[in-house]
């Protein structure tokens, strides 16, 4: 099992729809998460971070934590083509605090 | 501030050719890193150094060796390029009280 999994899609969503990438990770003790953004040919960019149970908003943008179910995701909404990117899930692990990421999820958003 | 830089910016190798990929950053950050990242498999840790003076192995070490020069510069240096080692460098920083970590550009390294 890998230490963090994301769908590689690609995920493919209409203009101003809601985009819902999904991630989900095995070690229990981790605390903290990311979401980056990656543009082709550029490098990962933070969108949120998120340490809490629950919910967090900034923008457009939510970020939800279940450390129960260890899943953690991030939704887009009104998503714009500008928002075409590959999205990194990433967790924080080991006491060196090494952050670990998933294979990334590729959005596209349709004019 | 121009942030974490990376120079080269693309370079191509001939197998068993050596090289350092350079890496600098001005915020006065104690942690730095450097992952590979590869089509399908995101980015890979191969050494990191949690502050000035240390160096550690990450992920996947095997064919690389790293120098903290100082707080502001960590290089990566590969003694005899394999075919295996094509792939997109990417450096960071973290400063010690937050764990975000901060990316450069990237170096695009290809081994013939």
């Known amino acids: 099992q890998k230490e963090v999994e994301q769908n590689s899609g690609p995920l493919s969503v209409p203009e101003g729809a809601i985009a819902s990438l999904n991630c989900t990770y095995s070690d229990r003790g981790s605390q903290s998460f990311f979401w980056y953004r990656q543009y082709s040919g550029k490098s990962p960019e933070l969108i949120m971070f998120i340490y809490s149970n629950g919910d967090k908003e900034d923008g ?43 294979s990334g999820t590729q959005l596209t958003v349709l004019p | 501030n121009a942030g974490v ?7 191509v190798l001939k197998t068993g050719q050596s090289m350092t990929l350079q890496c600098a950053q001005d915020m006065n950050h104690n942690s730095m890193y450097w992952y590979r990242q590869d089509p399908g498999m995101g980015l890979r ?63 695009r390294l290809l081994v013939l």
């Open chain 2, 45 to 107: 840790l191969i050494y990191y150094s949690a502050s000035e003076g240390t160096t550690d192995k990450g992920e996947v070490p095997n064919g690389y060796n790293v120098s903290r020069l100082n707080k502001r510069e960590f290089s990566l240096r590969l003694e005899s390029a394999a075919p295996s080692q094509t792939s997109v460098y990417f450096c960071a920083s973290r400063v010690g009280a937050q764990e975000t970590q901060y990316f450069g550009p990237g170096t």
């Open chain 1, 60 to 102: 457009r943008f939510t970020a939800q934590l279940n450390k129960a179910s260890q899943y953690v995701s991030l939704l887009i909404r009104d998503s714009q083509p500008s928002d075409s990117a590959t999205y990194l899930c990433a967790v924080i692990r080991g006491s060196a605090r090494q952050l670990t990421f998933g």
């Open chain 2, 5 to 11: 830089t990376q120079t080269p910016k693309f370079q």
